[in-house]
């Protein structure tokens, strides 16, 4: 499972390679931190209290009655009603002890029938079903070496269940209409699944559970306009004769029942192979000339991971198809991964993203997570540590290390962000309110750093093979923590519990404060690090790495106390100790290096993560000559991302360096990568400089869509008329980026005037650029005079904030762009500000604002916003 949206954590997190907004936005960034950029720690833990309290539940394994070894669905759907119609025949056997009962999840089924099948024929069974359990009685003991065979003729009704969910998933109703009567424009009718987590119950009877396997055929039958897509091969498809069709599906490698996936829809498939096997794409028609784009390098991937892995991919086929409104990021179900709408577009769009890191994350899922699935929630970062950590197994691979160590940074932000806003948990938790909070930045983003950082300790021979050997031992089998655990040290031959228990089953991270002495009479170096997080002191094995010019001399250590001082003899004063030298520690850190320090780092580190550091820990050293040089020099870095972050780090507001570096910013503006183009334009734009007119202007017709809203907003900051007229030009657009940049603009510089954008956009739009909408909505409002749209906001934003079937990050978008309102808008009153509006007219508004955030409060369900909530008073 994969889910994106940039400066919030919902587990993946990936970001493309050329995600503009990433690089763009450094006030969202929480990186390996320096003395200057330091991520705000919590003073309660809100987990750990409630574990105290002993009000969680122990969350192990299902315990295993019976095994379900077959599973053939027959189903048919009904769009008006929201209705399948299915009939389940499923083979079993009692998993060890003898049994005469069978309970089956189904959720909100109206049950038909219940028989046992033998020769061919249906004999009736007694059974007892409460809306989502069928405790079915056998009519006799099996013991576990009788197989028996179960019918259940039911219909699933999806949209009368109370829906649930998480930040990563956000229903959990497991069957979805799409646009059912076609009524809303520019959609298409789609029908789709999501199980994950246990939500596969909602449209078939089933032992809902992570540690069961079963294989699979499903018999769809549908309008003979649409195509199929399900697990394993497609075996036939019949036509009916009466405009219908019945598409056979079936896969013979059993897999959890999470991952049975159905897709029915108007799509274009265009079709690639590797070694004989099917790849294909779905896409709707309008994009079937970008579908290789959409998802990019597939066939190589499936390539590079089976040699890497050792371990040829064994499914059937490999199938990816992007669907409308879907519930999360991406889905690994196998053979058959289901992407959000976000993964598709045309070349221009695919300019500012791509989701070739989401595509890897997916596909690496097919090793580690479905050949291999975890046995319990719990012990969820079995499967998407792993898949993140394929997204940087990857971009290594393709475009090298720096992208992998950007990717890194990416993720270490993620999860210090979720550590900071929820607490600092285990890795692999047994306790939690509920499953779906398994899926946070630290079973993705903070287990994927974690096996970055096994993989340095133990070497890339031994961790291969260890991965190898994991595969091979645990095939198509529940896993726990120590399967892994077991296979590492059989290859190693060392007893790695220190490493498991710190990184696998305890909490938090290390904090270091380094500090560096030389003794020149002994020629001596001294680097004391202090471990100063409040968890237990970590074992950390390292290298330092010490710099004399060009010259390195590495050192390994290994740090085991709260506080140590490790001495190296040298023959001169070093001009770096670089703490960390592969940069694959998890942690944050206070590092006291010294001006010239951080200089040679910059001209001399080979890694990008060597280099981000360096140009935040010169920030305030930019008056220095020495410094500007060497920041502006590396305008010049061969990789994107690191001129990128040296031009937003400069400080153009610094005369001497605006004049040496303003001509390099210029050429950057056109520089063959749009994440710096974009950076190049943000800054421009901060500058507000009519002479820049020319620039903006030609920035407009760049073919990014980031660069281009970029170029809009500097404009309108110097030419407000020309700047509104360009952004007027593209209102009618449907592009998701274009309206986030229009309201970004808007909510800057609009007003009344542009209050009708919002109003249309909110209706239409969902997901991220919901969330962007809502904020600049409110931004917007506090330039506004007209107290009837004012108050038209305000009930949009209501609207955002109390709608259950939003996503929570939307909800809390609606929520804080009322509070932004508010503030402004009191402000406004306070200073007889209001523009020509009745200020009790304002007044009264704020009053009303004050009463929607106490119902927002009040209507909320969702743990973490709650707890956001009550921080905001």
């Not at 070894?69 to 009939?87: I, N």
């Not at 069961?212 to 036509?239: A, P």
Request: net charge negative; proline share 3%; glycine share 8%.
């Amino acid at each position: 499972m994969a889910i994106t949206v940039s400066g919030l954590v919902f587990g993946a997190c990936s970001s493309s390679k050329q995600n503009t907004t990433v690089e763009a936005t450094p006030q969202a960034e929480t990186t390996e931190t320096t003395e200057t950029e330091e991520v705000e720690e919590r003073t309660l833990d809100p987990m750990e209290v409630v574990a105290e309290a002993g009000k969680m539940e122990y969350r192990g394994a299902e315990k295993r009655v019976n095994d379900l070894l077959t599973t053939s669905l027959d189903v048919r759907f009904d769009w008006e009603k929201r209705y399948l119609y299915g009939k389940a025949t499923m083979d079993f056997k009692p998993y060890f002890y003898p049994t005469s009962i069978l309970t089956l999840d189904a959720k909100g089924f109206d049950i038909n029938e219940v028989a046992m099948v033998t020769g061919g024929s249906k004999k009736a069974l007694k059974y007892e079903y409460e809306g989502e359990f069928i405790t079915i009685d056998l009519g006799k003991e099996y013991t576990r070496d009788e197989q028996y065979t179960i019918f259940v003729d039911y219909v699933a009704k999806p949209d009368e269940l109370e829906s649930g969910g998480s930040a990563a998933i956000t229903s959990d109703k497991g069957l979805y209409f799409i646009n059912p009567d076609g009524t809303e424009k520019n959609k298409p009718q789609q029908i789709w699944t999501q199980g994950e987590t246990e939500a596969s119950s909602c449209w078939f009877p089933t032992i809902d559970s992570p540690n069961e396997r079963t294989t699979q055929e499903i018999y769809m039958t549908v309008q003979d306009k649409y195509k199929t897509l399900s697990n394993g091969k497609l075996m036939s498809s019949k036509n009916n004769g009466d405009g219908t069709r019945t598409d056979h599906w079936k896969q013979e490698i059993a897999h959890a029942p999470y991952l049975f996936a159905m897709t029915v829809g108007d799509f274009a498939v265009i079709r690639d192979e590797w070694k004989g096997k099917v790849v294909d794409y779905y896409v709707e028609p309008e994009y079937e000339a970008y579908a290789r784009k959409i998802f990019p390098n597939t066939p190589e991937m499936i390539e590079y991971f089976s040699n890497l892995l050792d371990y040829p991919f064994p499914w059937d086929k490999y199938s990816q198809v992007v669907v409308r409104d879907y519930v999360s990021g991406a889905m690994e179900n196998s053979s058959a991964v289901i992407f959000g709408e976000f993964m598709q577009g045309d070349d221009r769009d695919l300019i500012d993203f791509d989701g070739e890191d989401i595509v890897a994350h997916e596909l690496f899922h097919h090793w580690f997570g479905d050949i291999v699935t975890c046995e319990s929630w719990a012990n969820l970062p079995l499967n998407e540590a792993f898949a993140t950590y394929g997204e940087s197994l990857w971009l290594e691979h393709k475009y090298g290390k720096d992208e992998m160590h950007n990717h890194l940074r990416q993720d270490l932000s993620g999860y210090l962000s979720d550590a900071a806003n929820s607490g600092k948990k285990d890795l692999i938790r047994f306790y939690y309110d509920d499953k779906e909070d398994m899926f946070d930045g630290h079973s993705y983003q903070k287990g994927g750093r974690v096996l970055h950082m096994l993989r340095n300790y133990v070497g890339d021979e031994a961790f291969f093979k260890a991965f190898n050997l994991y595969l091979r031992q645990n095939e198509y089998e529940a896993v726990e923590i120590h399967h892994l655990r077991l296979a590492f040290e059989e290859v190693t031959g060392e007893d790695l519990n220190w490493f498991f228990n710190q990184w696998f089953l305890g909490a938090g991270h290390p904090m270091l404060d380094i500090e560096y002495d030389y003794d020149s009479e002994v020629k001596r170096s001294k680097v004391t690090i202090k471990q100063t997080q409040d968890e237990d002191v970590f074992e950390i094995p390292m290298a330092i790495d010490l710099y004399f010019g060009d010259k390195v001399q590495r050192e390994n250590i290994v740090m085991n106390e709260r506080q140590q001082t490790f001495e190296f003899d040298v023959d001169g004063k070093p001009d770096l100790i670089n703490v960390d030298g592969d940069k694959m520690l998890l942690c944050e850190k206070k590092d006291n290096k010294s001006k010239t320090a951080y200089v040679h780092q910059l001209k001399h580190a080979p890694l990008y993560l060597d280099k981000y550091e360096a140009l935040y820990g010169l920030q305030e050293y930019q008056d220095d000559p020495e410094v500007q040089a060497a920041m502006i020099a590396t305008l010049d870095d061969s990789y994107w991302a690191t001129r990128s972050r040296a031009a937003l780090n400069l400080d153009w507001k610094n005369k001497d360096i605006k004049e040496k570096a303003m001509p390099r910013l210029k050429e950057l503006a056109a520089d063959e990568e749009a994440g710096v183009r974009n950076s190049a334009y943000e800054i421009l734009a901060s500058m507000e400089d009519k002479a820049l007119i020319p620039l903006f202007k030609k920035g407009i017709q760049d073919r990014s869509y980031g660069v281009m809203g970029q170029a809009m907003a500097g404009l309108t900051k110097v030419d407000k008329a020309a700047g509104m007229a360009e952004a007027k030009k593209w209102e009618t657009s449907e592009k998701d980026n274009v309206i986030r940049s229009l309201a970004g603009i808007y909510g800057e510089s609009g007003g009344n005037d542009q209050f009708a954008f919002f109003k249309k956009q909110l209706n239409e739009k969902g997901g991220f650029t919901k969330y962007v909408l809502n904020e600049n909505l409110g931004k917007l409002m506090g330039n506004m005079n007209n107290l009837g749209q004012i108050t038209e906001g305000v009930e949009l934003l209501k609207s955002s904030a109390m709608d259950m079937d939003e996503q929570w990050w939307v909800r809390l978008s609606g929520a804080r762009a009322l509070m932004d309102a508010k503030s402004i808008l009191s402000e406004r009153a306070e200073a007889d500000n209001t523009g020509g509006a009745d200020v009790e007219g304002i007044k009264n508004i704020v009053d009303k604002i004050g009463e929607v955030m106490k119902k927002i409060k009040d209507n909320e369900t969702h743990d973490r916003l709650k707890m956001i909530y009550s921080m905001m008073g």
